[in-house]
């Protein structure tokens, strides 16, 4: 890196971390140790979302939650799914990081699979996530920017919309029309139980005899 200070903030989803430039040089995460190569600020452009030069501080809008287990795998190690979160979206974020599967914990990547399985994979191929490769790096050194396939986005478009109501507008209406159902079964269910209603319905019942 031949700009900025000596010290390297990465700003991920809100939450900051302070290294060294050795450290970000030798760092376990290729998006990250990337950045240590990076000469001009375009070219750190291309690897987070932005950079504030006064600060030396590289932003990556990304779940944060997600990077404190990656951090965790960084110091320790052990890579597990972060508890609440999609398996699927946390292996997103290993592989935007420059992770990949094999990393996982065994019991961990039985769970990736059956997850996979699922969707209608049978096994993590290249054929199901969509891998981009930076030209900077040597041959044997590809950069997975991934998205998930296009059933997996699908489902987890699904899953956020009936698990988390504040995700997006569907998901808001869709928590709107259950409450309103909600609503709607109580009231019937309250007024079947007063003496008008149990008249009503039977002399409903005698007029169709």
């Not at 956020?160 to 709107?176: C, G, H, V």
């Not at 709607?184 to 005698?206: F, G, H, Q, Y």
Request: negative net charge.
């Amino acid at each position: 890196m031949k700009f900025g200070k000596s010290i390297c903030v990465l700003n991920v989803g809100g939450t900051r971390y302070a290294f060294t430039r050795e450290v970000i040089r030798d760092f376990p995460l290729r998006r990250v140790s990337r950045l240590h190569a990076c000469a001009t600020e375009k070219e750190v452009l291309e690897l987070c979302d932005d950079y504030d030069r006064d600060r030396n501080e590289f932003f990556f809008d990304r779940h944060a939650q997600a990077f404190v287990f990656i951090m965790l795998y960084v110091r320790s190690g052990k890579l597990r799914f972060v508890p609440g979160v999609c398996e699927l979206s946390f292996y997103t974020e290993m592989l935007y990081w420059g992770l990949e599967s094999s990393h996982l914990d065994s019991c961990c990547q039985k769970r990736l699979d059956d997850r996979m399985s699922e969707i209608g994979l049978d096994s993590l191929s290249e054929a199901d996530i969509k891998v981009s490769e930076d030209g900077s790096l040597s041959p044997g050194e590809s950069v997975q920017r991934t998205a998930l396939a296009g059933r997996a986005r699908w489902v987890e478009k699904m899953r956020k919309a009936f698990e988390e109501p504040n995700s997006s507008l569907a998901a808001q209406l869709l928590a709107s029309v259950s409450v309103i159902f909600v609503i709607v079964s109580m009231i019937m269910l309250c007024a079947s139980t007063l003496p008008d209603w149990d008249t009503a319905k039977r002399n409903t019942v005698e007029e169709h005899r």
